[in-house]
Each structure stands twice: as structure tokens, then as C-alpha cells.
């Protein structure tokens, strides 16, 4: 298959799964859903001024990711502004949009160019930054747990019952995960030098280069950050919705790792966002379905405006601002 065709069927299927969804939750909806996710939106209406911090939170939280993206380029003599750096990930997250995949690509792409530096070296930093960001997935979902254990315990063994599994099937599961993982690991020794494995491995010195950092004090902190701008803009998101005003900061959190599950389905999250929150909102908070579901769409819409926005100022600026840095040659519309 040509590099053309498997571009073009990416597309076919990450946007058409999306379109599927969205159209699939739409039909199921009923004509009282639909109204009350209608009178959410034009509530809205009178809450517009969050859209302030909403910005502004959005755009710290790429900001401090560009600022923790420095510190990992930083051992290899890579020094580039810290304002094309925030551009980059800007653009990145604007082409993750409209190009399944291609986002880390491009962002590594803009910087080579306007900084004039290597782009394998500065590829090499996305792999340890995304394996990080999974691990610190994994992390705050097992947190997310722990911290409302009472609320997760029940939802859990509710589901258990409804699906009539006992627990000698849960320690058969949890048996065979520990086999699967087993295998994996022997798979890896015996396959170092092939595709899987070289990308296991890539993913494991991603990692170890991290903690290897001099700063790493500072890593932490702009991961924080970045995690609790994110946490910040649900917790926002709320307040623009009558019934979900009195959810706070444990219900945010719920939000943030059932979307950001929601967020890998699909590009940008387009049809899948949405239904993840309202699962999460309605089983583990008793918010109604139908304005659950609003919620999702009113936050997933806040994100994908941001991006839009601040990642279509970012091209238009990027020139703007190297027009002068290297000659015009490095500002020539390639």
C-alpha cells in the first residue's frame, strides 16, 4: 500500500468513526433529550465570559508543555525560543485535528525549520515526552480511584453484578494479564531488533532520559501544571452548566481521565469525547443523560476552539515573528 492510500484511509477511518458516533448518539436521543441539550446550550449564552479563563487556562497549559519540551532538548545544545517552541506545539496540536497522527510530526517539523536545527534530534524528545505523558495517565486514573474509592467501588461491582462475573473470573483476568505481560517481555528479548521492538526500547530510553534530567525538579512542576491546567478547564466547564454547578474537584478529575481516554479514539476526540464524560457523569455522579451529554459537547467544543484559535494565530505569527532571525530565506512559504 502507497504512502497516498494509507494516508487517505487513516482519514476514512479516524473521521468516519467519528461521524459515526456522533450520528449513532444522536438517533438514540430523544425528542425530551434533545430539548434539554438545546436549553443547556442557550444557557450558555448568558455565561460567555468564562470563555476568558477558558483561553487563557487553554493556552497555559501548551505553554507549559513547550517549557518542559525546552528541558528535554536542552542536553542535546538544542536552545530554541521559548516563543517558537510554544508556536510548535500550538500548530501540532492544530494539525492532530485536521491529520490522525500527525501533530507530534509537524510541530518537530516547524521547529527544525525556523530554529534551523536537526529534526532527528529534536524527534528523539517526542518519544521520552509521550511515553511520559502515558505513564502520568496511568498514574492520576489509578489516583482518580483511590481518592473516591466509595464511588468507584460501588460503580465497579454494580457492573460486575449486571454482568454476572464472579470473582473467580476476575483472578483468571488478572492471571492472564500477568502471563500477557510475561510473554510480552520474553517477545521483546528474543525481537530487540525488530519494528515492536525497537520502538519498545525507544520508549523505555524516552523515559530513563527523562530522569536523567539536571532539572528535574522543574519537569515535574511544568507537568503539573500542564495536568492541572487541563484539571482547571473542567472544573470551569461546570460552572457553565446549571446541573453539573455543584460537581467540584473529584468529579473534575473523573472527567479528565474518562475524556482523555475519550481524546485517543478519535482525532481530537470528535464523537468519542463526548459520550466518555457523559458515561462518567451520569454511572458515577447521577447527572442527568441529557445534559451530561451537553457538558461533553460544551467541553469538548471549549477545546477544540482553543486549539483552532491560538493554532491558526501561531501560523500566522510564526513568520511574523523569524521574519528577521535568520533572513528571509527561512521565511519562504515551504
Not at 497522527?101 to 517526542?126: F, H, N, W
Request: net charge positive; glycine share 8%.
Amino acid at each position: 500500500m502507497n504512502k497516498g492510500l494509507r494516508t487517505l484511509l487513516q482519514y476514512v477511518i479516524f473521521f468516519g468513526l467519528g461521524a459515526l458516533l456522533i450520528s449513532w448518539q444522536y438517533n438514540k436521543l430523544t425528542p425530551e433529550e434533545r430539548t434539554e441539550i438545546f436549553q443547556a446550550f442557550q444557557a450558555i449564552e448568558g455565561r460567555l465570559w468564562l470563555l476568558i479563563p477558558v483561553i487563557l487556562i487553554g493556552f497555559l497549559s501548551h505553554f507549559f508543555r513547550a517549557l518542559r519540551w525546552k528541558l528535554l532538548l536542552d542536553p542535546l545544545e538544542i536552545r530554541p525560543s521559548v516563543t517558537n517552541m510554544t508556536f510548535a506545539v500550538l500548530v501540532g496540536y492544530l494539525v492532530n485535528l485536521l491529520v490522525p497522527r500527525m501533530g507530534e510530526v509537524a510541530r518537530c517539523s516547524v521547529l527544525a525549520k525556523y530554529e534551523r536545527k536537526p529534526l532527528d534530534k529534536i524527534v528523539g524528545t517526542i518519544v521520552g515526552e509521550r511515553a511520559f505523558d502515558v505513564v502520568c495517565l496511568v498514574f492520576i486514573t489509578i489516583a482518580t480511584f483511590l481518592l473516591q474509592i466509595d464511588i468507584a467501588e460501588n460503580y465497579v461491582h454494580k457492573q460486575l453484578q449486571h454482568m454476572h462475573i464472579s470473582e473467580t473470573s476476575i483472578i483468571l483476568l488478572l492471571v492472564s494479564i500477568i502471563l500477557l505481560f510475561t510473554l510480552l517481555l520474553f517477545f521483546y528479548r528474543k525481537n530487540k531488533k525488530t519494528v515492536l521492538g525497537k520502538f519498545l526500547k525507544g520508549m523505555g530510553q524516552g523515559i530513563m532520559s527523562i530522569l536523567r534530567l539536571q532539572k528535574k525538579g522543574l519537569f515535574f512542576f511544568y507537568t503539573f501544571a500542564i495536568w492541572f491546567c487541563y484539571l482547571s478547564l473542567v472544573y470551569i466547564g461546570f460552572l457553565c452548566i446549571d446541573a453539573t454547578t455543584h460537581l467540584g474537584w473529584m468529579p473534575a478529575l473523573s472527567v479528565l481521565v474518562f475524556g482523555s481516554l475519550g481524546m485517543i479514539v478519535t482525532p481530537g476526540g470528535i464523537g468519542a469525547y463526548p459520550p466518555a464524560v457523559q458515561l462518567v457523569l451520569v454511572e458515577l455522579y447521577q447527572i442527568k443523560s441529557s445534559y451530561a451529554l451537553a457538558f461533553g459537547w460544551v467541553s469538548w467544543i471549549a477545546q477544540t476552539l482553543i486549539i483552532l484559535i491560538l493554532g491558526a494565530l501561531s501560523l500566522l505569527l510564526l513568520p511574523v515573528y523569524n521574519a528577521n532571525k535568520h533572513g528571509k530565506t527561512t521565511v519562504d512559504s515551504e
